[in-house]
């Protein structure tokens, strides 16, 4: 079975949101501690989305990573649904594959190319502990 299986089919809920399944999946696979940000304000939270796309240095551990570089567990950095703004990310569960969760859905395992995701990806990141 792979690794994925157990994430997948999980409900959206206020302490089940993307993030909080990429934070759930890296500490329970990878044993990589994220911050929590459930208790930051909206302003905190666009930092913490444009911390996602600066260059990883040790206040910021996410290196970009090429789409033909990707592996499993780096982050996919998306637009919010029905946004031109970054707000979502999901998992690698392989290189062609995504973990993500929305309000709309349970968590799913899709192709990149599904067309759930495949216009909102904006870039891949890895953190620097994988």
């Known amino acids: 079975?792979?690794?994925s299986s157990k994430y997948v089919g999980l409900e959206f809920s206020e302490t089940m949101r993307c993030?909080?399944?990429?934070?759930?999946?890296l500490k329970a696979e990878r044993q990589i501690d994220l911050p929590d940000y459930a208790d930051i304000s909206a302003e905190d939270a666009v930092r913490v989305s444009d911390?996602?796309?600066?260059?990883?240095t040790d206040a910021l551990p996410w290196a970009e990573v090429a789409l033909s570089d990707a592996r499993p567990f780096d982050v996919?950095?998306?637009?919010?649904?029905?946004s031109r703004?970054?707000?979502?990310?999901?998992?690698?569960?392989?290189?062609r594959h995504v973990?993500?969760?929305e309000k709309v859905?349970?968590?799913?395992?899709?192709?990149?190319?599904?067309?759930?995701?495949?216009?909102?990806?904006?870039?891949?990141?890895?953190?620097?502990?994988?």
């Open 105 to 130: 859905t349970q968590s799913v395992v899709v192709p990149l190319s599904h067309f759930s995701v495949s216009s909102r990806i904006i870039g891949f990141r890895r953190h620097r502990c994988l």
């Open 51 to 56: 911390a996602l796309g600066a260059p990883s």
């Open 99 to 101: 973990l993500h969760i």
């Open 85 to 95: 703004e970054p707000g979502h990310v999901g998992i690698l569960t392989d290189p």
């Open 19 to 25: 993030y909080d399944l990429v934070r759930l999946v």
């Open 1 to 3: 079975m792979h690794w």
């Open 76 to 82: 996919v950095v998306m637009l919010r649904r029905r």
